[in-house]
């Protein structure tokens, strides 16, 4: 159930909340394994990666792995809270600790913290230490907390307190192995809280989502799925419900292909090739038809083909 505390929720009982963590990748497994340790003290972790990868999610597993039915997750996020919101919110955290309670405290976009707060944060952290707090302090960031402390933008003493467990969070476009798992994992909650009967992808939309570059990671997936509820009619979830562009393929194969020649235009040439093959097949091949789909003459659309080697296969 999530409660108000201050300015930011926490969690009590989590059971019935807590999405699940799946994947077949080598991160996901490691995760997996490292639970039992990361949350059987109170050594502090940082998790590092883009925005949408699940830091999230892993923070709140490890309070559950520690808590099991009951314990705080008391979570602030830097980039939305004021100054005064995020001191509010550490004085709640410091009440829930003297209730003798299991506390999870997640602080997301630490590196947004200002000068004023990294302090308050700092002597918070002694403060615990010193009491032998049940406290579990996890915090995450997109960018390098290394390159902030060169700078003389964070607290050196604040990041060595942060950084005793470092997981960086890998990208869900690096790890293809996990994609069907979670989109399988998102389909079946779907299914649950709304009752619609999305038994399971046709071909087409498993190939689309392994296929797709995924820039936004887990949260662009269940994005995806969501939107294929909302469109899409049952049983079967189909590839046109997920909204991917042809653009969204035409782009991941030009990321993914080995380029010995580096250069911009062979880059452009590339993507125009990709996704002039997508338009021809969504189009079965019809010129006249693709052109109107792009905008263009039909006879520029015979020059660029000749020009890229097209041929219908």
């Known amino acids: 159930m999530f409660e108000r505390a201050g300015n930011a929720f926490y969690l009590g009982w989590m059971s019935k909340n807590l999405a699940p963590f799946v994947g077949n990748s080598n991160f996901v497994k490691e995760i997996k394994s490292l639970l039992p340790t990361l949350s059987s003290n109170n050594a502090s972790v940082l998790l590092v990666g883009e925005r949408g990868t699940g830091k999230r999610l892993i923070a709140q597993h490890i309070h559950f792995e520690a808590v099991k039915n009951f314990g705080y997750f008391f979570e602030i996020n830097c980039k939305a809270f004021t100054y005064f919101q ?3 919110s550490f004085e709640t955290v410091e009440k829930l ?6 506390v999870t405290l997640f602080i997301s976009f630490v590196d947004q913290l200002s000068a004023e707060a990294q302090e308050r944060l700092l002597k918070l952290i002694k403060d615990f230490a ?4 049940q406290i579990k302090l996890i915090t995450s960031t997109e960018t390098s ?13 604040l990041y060595y307190r942060l950084n005793a467990v470092v ?13 069907i798992p979670i989109a399988q994992s998102c ?12 038994t399971q992808f046709s071909d087409s939309a498993l190939a689309a989502l392994e296929n797709n570059f995924w820039q936004g990671n887990v949260d662009e997936l269940f994005n995806a799925i969501q939107r294929a ?14 909204g991917f562009s042809a653009a969204d393929s035409a782009i991941k194969n030009v990321t993914e292909v080995d380029l010995q020649d580096k250069s911009l235009k062979n880059a452009l040439d590339t993507f125009k090739k990709e996704y002039l093959i997508k ?22 659309v015979i020059r660029l083909m000749n020009e890229l080697q097209i041929r219908r296969k």
């Not at 600790?97 to 299991?102: A, E, L, T, V």
């Open 86 to 88: 995020i001191l509010e």
């Open 97 to 102: 600790s003297s209730y003798n309670q299991k």
């Open 130 to 133: 010193q009491k032998n707090a």
């Open 145 to 157: 907390l290394d390159a902030k402390v060169a700078a003389g933008e964070f607290s050196s003493e």
């Open 167 to 179: 997981l960086n969070v890998i990208p869900l476009r690096q790890r293809k192995e996990d994609i």
């Open 187 to 198: 389909r079946e909650a779907f299914c649950k809280k709304s009752g619609y009967g999305f």
């Open 229 to 242: 509820f909302i469109v899409g009619n049952p049983p079967v979830i189909k590839s046109s419900d997920l």
């Open 279 to 300: 338009i021809l097949e969504e189009n079965g091949w019809n010129q006249t038809k693709t052109a109107r789909v792009l905008g263009i003459q039909r006879t520029y």
